[in-house]
Nanobody, 124 residues
Framework: VQLQASGGGLTQAGGSLRLSCAAS????????MGWFRQAAGKVRAFVAS????????YYADSVKGRFTISRDSAKNTVYLQMTGLKPEDTAVYYC??????????????????WGQGTQVTVSS
């Protein structure tokens, strides 16, 4: 399984970015996909997850109403649309995948495969 995250960058507070995670090596219709982030000096934290087959989603309270996770089966890609960005959203964002579809988890241990990170910086 290979995961390639992209789409990070620099934006001002209130701006928007869309992250992409291109997945390969498996049929991801039987996977859960997640986004996590790690700010400088902090532990990696859950952002959002989606059960690929059903589209069921789960969000951290800190991003509810601002971020949207989605998937495109034709492109084997998961997206994280981020709006209303705040300086505290600044972090390296990681995508992750796991075949244990019965648990749409929010911890690092719930995901077996990880992509490289993409930096998101939000200026005030």
């Amino acid at each position: 399984v290979q995961l390639q995250a992209s789409g990070g960058g620099l934006t001002q507070a209130g701006g928007s970015l869309r992250l992409s995670c291109a997945a390969s090596g498996r049929t991801f219709s039987s996977y859960n996909m997640g986004w996590f982030r790690q700010a400088a000096g902090k532990v990696r934290a859950f952002v959002a997850s989606i059960r690929w087959r059903t589209g069921t989603t789960y969000y951290a309270d800190s991003v509810k109403g601002r971020f949207t996770i989605s998937r495109d089966s034709a492109k084997n890609t998961v997206y994280l649309q981020m709006t209303g960005l705040k300086p505290e959203d600044t972090a390296v964002y990681y995508c992750a995948a796991d075949p244990r579809v019965w648990m749409l988890g929010s911890s690092d241990n719930d995901y077996s495969y990880w992509g490289q990170g993409t930096q998101v910086t939000v200026s005030s």
